[in-house]
């Protein structure tokens, strides 16, 4: 039986799937139409762009970095041509295998791979992104002739060379790899394609002035990736040169005076506050960590017991003792607690009353009557125990204030740390506890809380020399941009302490002439042979204190425990020239370990005819 077809129903069926297709097949039309409006008119620039970026790149060129010289323009760090593995990651196609071919061919190891792993974040794709430094002349060749790595190009680039290699570390300091944090810090256009920042010295402080401006490059590449067109649209822009205040040679001279031991040498011009010499040892070779340093010898630095790569000159802080004396000497003298002629009879102890205590002196015999200028000269304890009694804790402080002791002396180099001058209000904060009478007493003679460090020694014996002149002392002498010449920096900021009387300086002065000069001057072995008139006072700071009765025998002390040697002066008497510090740990005697040192420095110092 066969159906009878609905001719009316199935034409009205037709008809509305008709009106939805058209209906459909215009709404797609116009979807169409929106789009290519959109792509072609409203947002033709950006389409253009984005399409060219995808033919052309711009990419960084990293400046070269400025050098670094010696007041006499020796080299102290310099740049050497070398090269570098980069890896592209849209050339790449699979990452990790190409590395561990890398690997297996021999041009980098397990730790180059954690390095890019770490350090790719910070690239985009189209970034040459650097896998290894410094490659030796053997695998750039093994590289190009193979040339089998696709997205794996060799680039030359300037390496950081220090050619002195430990020398001046502490001074110049070094460069390493960015990191995160230097990454947020510098600024991000100028500091693309950088792989290497000062991170501490010379190198941190002025970084900015050293790096220089980097420039920009556009590359072609076709359809497949290769490049194929190259140009320069910015020159980069080379770092400034520094010529520092640093004389190589007496840095150099001092360093070998101080091998095996752990100490700080600082000399200083007093005319303009130049540092001539700033040496800490041990001392480290700085080259180490401009390619990453290896397991061994990072372990070795922070392993060591003598902790190298502490900036002593710096950031060790020391009880100055003996070498304060002529401060408080003349604090004593401007403030009228004493005058010129006052005399102190020396036992060899001093007693306060109702104290059961003994404040002995270095010489347990005793120094007889002594004055201000024999008390200097023979670094009597009691009579400074007995100065610092009739001033007071709160008079003391304000005597010693104005040589820029407790406070960083701002040298262009960073860590500097200040030191303590103790008082009052002081010891409440740091301890919540009052100031004894005894503590006044040790404070008089450089001990208890008070430190310092070699380089606020050197800037406030300057200021002795200076009668009361301090400057600011400073490592950067001049700068030299390319093509430029060379422009000396901006004379440091001085100040004048109030003087109440000239002849309380002279007298003082006169006092460490006489450690030299005189016959019971604890320096007068500095004065054979000398060939310039010297100043000076000589220190020996104990690292713990002592039961009234007992003696101190350093062969009975382990090492760490024993005195350190100290000794300050200034070089000629009239019209100073140079003031210098020394401090060597743990040594002992000031007189014999450091004193002789000092000499040596200036010796050579005034060997120069520059000097004569």
């Known amino acids: 039986m066969n159906k009878i077809s609905n001719i009316k129903l199935e034409n009205r069926i037709f008809s509305n799937r008709m009106v939805w297709a058209l209906i459909f097949i215009l709404l797609l039309t116009l979807v169409l139409i929106s789009r290519l409006f959109n792509l072609q008119i409203s947002h033709y620039d950006y389409y253009t762009e984005e399409s060219l970026g995808n033919q052309m790149r711009t990419l960084p060129i990293t400046s070269t970095r400025g050098k670094i010289f010696d007041r006499y323009g020796k080299i102290i760090a310099t740049n050497q041509l070398a090269y570098k593995l980069t890896l592209t990651p849209e050339k790449t196609k699979d990452i990790p295998a190409t590395l561990l071919a890398l690997k297996k061919f021999g041009l980098i190891n397990d730790k180059n791979i954690a390095t890019f792993e770490t350090i790719k974040k910070h690239y985009k794709k189209f970034h040459n992104i650097p896998l290894k430094h410094k490659l030796s002349e053997k695998q750039v060749a093994k590289f190009l002739v193979s040339?089998?790595?696709?997205?794996?190009?060799?680039?030359?680039?300037?390496?950081?060379?220090?050619?002195?290699?430990?020398?001046?570390?502490?001074?110049?300091?070094?460069?390493?790899?960015?990191?995160?944090?230097?990454?947020?810090?510098?600024?991000?256009?100028?500091?693309?394609?950088?792989?290497?920042?000062?991170?501490?010295?010379?190198?941190?402080?002025?970084?900015?002035?050293?790096?220089g401006k980097n420039g920009k490059k556009q590359i072609e590449r076709n359809a497949t990736g290769r490049v194929i067109n190259s140009k320069n649209i910015q020159e980069?822009?080379?770092?400034?040169?520094?010529?520092?205040?640093?004389?190589?040679?007496?840095?150099?001279?001092?360093?070998?005076?101080?091998?095996?031991?752990?100490?700080?040498?600082?000399?200083?011009?007093?005319?303009?506050?130049?540092?001539?010499?700033?040496?800490?040892?041990?001392?480290?070779?700085?080259?180490?960590?401009?390619?990453?340093?290896?397991?061994?010898?990072y372990n070795k630095l922070q392993t060591s017991k003598d902790i190298p790569q502490l900036n002593r000159a710096i950031q060790g802080l020391y009880p100055p003792g003996s070498t304060i004396k002529p401060m408080v000497a003349l604090a004593g003298l401007e403030q009228g607690v004493i005058t010129a002629h006052s005399k102190v009879y020396c036992p060899g102890f001093f007693k306060l009353s109702n104290v059961k205590r003994k404040f002995n002196d270095w010489k347990r015999s005793g120094?007889?009557?002594?004055?201000?200028?024999?008390?200097?000269?023979?670094?009597?304890?009691?009579?400074?125990?007995?100065?610092?009694?009739?001033?007071?804790?709160?008079?003391?402080?304000?005597?010693?204030?104005?040589?820029?002791?407790?406070?960083?002396?701002?040298?262009?180099?960073?860590?500097?740390?200040?030191?303590?001058?103790?008082?009052?209000?002081?010891?409440?904060?740091?301890?919540?506890?009052?100031?004894?009478?005894?503590?006044?007493?040790?404070?008089?003679?450089?001990?208890?809380?008070?430190?310092?460090?070699?380089?606020?020694?050197?800037?406030?014996?300057?200021?002795?020399?200076?009668?009361?002149?301090?400057?600011?002392?400073?490592?950067?002498?001049?700068?030299?941009?390319?093509?430029?010449?060379?422009?000396?920096?901006?004379?440091?900021?001085?100040?004048?302490?109030?003087?109440?009387?000239?002849?309380?300086?002279?007298?003082?002065?006169?006092?460490?002439?006489?450690?030299?000069?005189?016959p019971q001057g604890t320096g007068r072995r500095l004065n054979k042979n000398l060939k310039y008139t010297l100043a000076g006072k000589t220190g020996t700071a104990q690292v713990f204190g002592l039961d009234a009765e007992e003696q101190y025998i350093a062969?009975?002390?382990?090492?760490?425990?024993?005195?350190?040697?100290?000794?300050?002066?200034?070089?000629p008497i009239k019209n100073p020239k140079i003031a210098i510090a020394v401090i060597v740990e743990n040594a002992g005697s000031g007189s014999t370990k450091a004193a002789p040192l000092a000499k040596a420095v200036l010796d050579l110092y005034f060997e120069r005819p520059l000097h004569k």
Request: proline share 5%; net charge positive.
């Open 367 to 518: 120094h007889g009557v002594v004055d201000v200028k024999d008390s200097i000269a023979q670094s009597c304890d009691i009579f400074f125990y007995d100065l610092a009694d009739k001033m007071g804790i709160d008079d003391l402080y304000d005597g010693l204030k104005p040589f820029n002791f407790g406070k960083i002396t701002g040298i262009d180099i960073p860590g500097e740390r200040g030191g303590i001058l103790p008082s009052r209000a002081w010891k409440k904060i740091n301890k919540d506890e009052p100031w004894y009478r005894g503590e006044t007493l040790i404070t008089g003679i450089g001990q208890g809380f008070m430190t310092t460090s070699p380089l606020q020694l050197a800037v406030a014996t300057a200021a002795l020399a200076n009668k009361g002149v301090i400057i600011q002392p400073k490592l950067l002498k001049s700068t030299q941009a390319p093509g430029d010449s060379i422009k000396n920096t901006a004379k440091s900021p001085q100040k004048q302490i109030p003087i109440k009387d000239i002849h309380n300086w002279e007298d003082v002065i006169e006092g460490m002439r006489q450690t030299i000069y005189a």
């Open 555 to 571: 062969a009975n002390l382990k090492e760490h425990l024993r005195d350190h040697a100290l000794f300050t002066g200034f070089a």
């Open 147 to 211: 040339n089998q790595f696709i997205g794996i190009d060799i680039e030359p680039y300037f390496h950081r060379v220090y050619p002195n290699n430990d020398s001046s570390v502490h001074v110049t300091g070094y460069v390493s790899r960015m990191n995160k944090k230097d990454k947020a810090f510098y600024n991000k256009k100028n500091y693309a394609g950088t792989s290497f920042v000062g991170k501490t010295g010379i190198e941190k402080q002025y970084e900015t002035l050293l790096h």
């Open 236 to 297: 980069p822009e080379q770092g400034s040169d520094l010529y520092l205040s640093i004389d190589l040679a007496l840095q150099k001279k001092a360093e070998s005076l101080l091998k095996g031991k752990r100490g700080s040498i600082v000399a200083v011009d007093t005319t303009n506050g130049e540092v001539l010499v700033m040496v800490s040892t041990p001392i480290y070779n700085p080259n180490w960590f401009v390619n990453g340093i290896s397991h061994k010898n």
